[in-house]
């Protein structure tokens, strides 16, 4: 079983729809969160950051974690074609340094069609 | 943000030459960079960690003769891919941390594409 398993898609949306992405865990250690965007060719992008349980929101995206269901979403609320993009969730154990060792889920390609 | 340039951004060699990568943090100290791998379709995979001043720490499977990994100054890293093959061919990407209990965030580069022919 992988650490981190995340539904690669595709999936494509209309304009202006909410976009749910998820990711599921085993490592209950995981206490670190990440999403990333990442467009074709290029380095991977940090869209949202989360400690532990809880939700976290920056315009129009919102990050949520589940500890207990060791499930995390990111939403994303009035898609544009711009957010066409793969979105990958990760995750770490630690603080900084060595222990900053992310574990990333296969990511899942978004197109939103204008 | 703060930002990760990565060098080159594309290279093609020949089978059995050696390929430099550079990796610099550009507005802050990174005392921990990592190196990933992507194959097309397919996620980041962590080939090393390395800490400025000491040796890199390798995943398994990914052979330390073959990716040599320097961290010598808090600024810059290098991946060097010796007698490179074409089954190196991949997306290689670094990403760089400041370090300490409230750093926990990696920063990528922008990611080099190797092809060897």
């Known amino acids: 079983q992988k650490e981190v398993e995340q539904d690669p898609g595709p999936l494509s949306v209309p304009e202006g729809a909410i976009v749910s992405l998820n990711c599921t865990y085993s490592n209950s250690a995981f206490q670190y969160f990440m999403w990333y965007r990442q467009y074709s060719r290029k380095g991977p992008e940090l869209l949202m950051y989360t400690y532990s349980s809880g939700n976290k929101e920056d315009g129009r995206f919102t990050a949520q974690v589940d500890k207990s269901s060791k499930y995390i979403s990111l939403f994303i609320r009035d898609s544009q074609p711009s957010d066409s993009a793969t979105y990958l969730c990760a995750m770490g154990r630690g603080y900084g340094g060595a222990t900053n060792k992310l574990i990333f889920g296969t990511g899942t390609l978004l197109a939103v069609q204008p | 943000g703060a930002v990760v340039s990565q060098h080159p951004s594309w290279v093609i060699c020949k089978s059995g030459t050696s390929v430099k990568i550079e990796c610099r943090s550009l507005d802050f100290q990174a005392t921990t960079m990592f190196w990933y791998r992507q194959f097309p379709k397919q996620s980041l995979m962590l080939m090393a960690t390395?800490?400025?001043?000491?040796?890199?720490?390798?995943e398994q499977g990914v052979e330390k003769d073959k990716f040599l990994i320097n961290h010598a100054s808090l600024t810059l890293s290098t991946l060097t891919v010796t007698s490179a093959h074409p089954e190196d061919s991949s997306f290689y990407i670094c990403?760089?941390?400041?370090?300490?209990?409230?750093?926990?965030?990696?920063?990528f580069g922008q990611g080099t594409r190797l092809t060897v022919v």
């Open positions: 390395s800490n400025e001043g000491s040796k890199a720490t390798y």
């Open positions: 990403s760089a941390s400041r370090g300490g209990r409230k750093n926990t965030e990696a920063f």
